[in-house]
Nanobody, 125 residues
Framework: QVQLVESGGGLVQAGGSLRLSCVAS????????MGWFRQAPGKERQFVAA????????YYADSVKGRFTISRDNAKNTVYLQMNSLKPEDTAVYYC??????????????????WGQGTQVTVSS
């Protein structure tokens, strides 16, 4: 079972940046494609970004494309989400997730097997 711990959330003004980290306890971290999701109050959890096992393939939600960057360092069992040009509408709890073995990317919550507990990101106007 994979345990995931997010960090790096906080309060930032619009236009600012944050870098989220997600550290996995699983020694075979490189087997899992990873994703970032977010959930704002009163809304469903939505897809943000995904990255393949090797880190060579990525995909982003239209709402964050060009502003967010997902990356991973398999040697450190860590996936990152660099968040630039933050907007108030980015305010949410951000979750990292580990998917099943596979070469493809995954975009839906039900496709992921393991989840972190989330980290709060608040963007003030």
């Amino acid at each position: 079972q994979v345990q995931l711990v997010e960090s790096g959330g906080g309060l930032v003004q619009a236009g600012g940046s944050l870098r989220l980290s997600c550290v996995a306890s699983e020694r075979t971290f490189s087997r899992y494609p990873m994703g970032w999701f977010r959930q704002a109050p009163g809304k469903e959890r939505q897809f943000v970004a995904a990255i393949s096992r090797s880190g060579t393939s990525t995909y982003y939600a239209d709402s964050v494309k060009g502003r967010f960057t997902i990356s991973r360092d398999n040697a450190k069992n860590t996936v990152y989400l660099q968040m630039n040009s933050l907007k108030p509408e980015d305010t949410a709890v951000y979750y990292c997730a580990a998917g099943p073995d596979g070469s493809r990317l995954y975009f839906h919550t039900y496709e992921y097997d393991y989840w972190g507990q989330g980290t709060q990101v608040t963007v003030s106007s």
